[in-house]
């Protein structure tokens, strides 16, 4: 069973950055596909960003040219750095892979880590 470990939420002033990590464990291979989603209270969980280990990105339009997402595909982790946050990026962001990621599915989910950015 693949289990999801996120780190580095946190509170952070508009404009700020973080950054958010997620290992997988319990894989024998490489995880095709990692990404992030998140949800915001009272909101639907979206789609955020995702990577396949071919090198392949996808990112949500609302967080285009802010947002980053990388992997190490050796270590099946896969990184999100958001720059210039907003307060409606306020959200519990999930870590999730598989092997393909749709707008709401993924075969494995993490806990989840909360990202609050004060105005």
């Known amino acids: 069973q693949v289990q999801l470990v996120e780190s580095g939420g946190g509170f952070v002033q508009t404009g700020g950055s973080l950054r958010l990590s997620c290992t997988a464990s319990?894989?024998?291979?490489?995880?095709?596909?990692m990404g992030w989603y998140r949800q915001a209270p009272g909101k639907q969980r979206e789609f955020v960003a995702g990577?396949?280990?071919?090198?392949?990105?996808d990112y949500a339009d609302s967080v285009k040219g802010r947002f980053t997402i990388s992997r190490d595909n050796a270590k099946n982790t896969v990184f999100l750095q958001m720059n210039s946050l907003k307060p409606g990026d306020t959200a519990v962001y999930y870590c999730a892979a598989g092997n393909a990621l749709s707008s709401t599915y993924a075969a494995y989910w993490g806990q989840g880590t909360q990202v609050t950015v004060s105005s």
């Open positions: 319990g894989s024998r291979f490489s995880i095709n596909a």
């Open positions: 990577a396949t280990s071919g090198g392949s990105r």
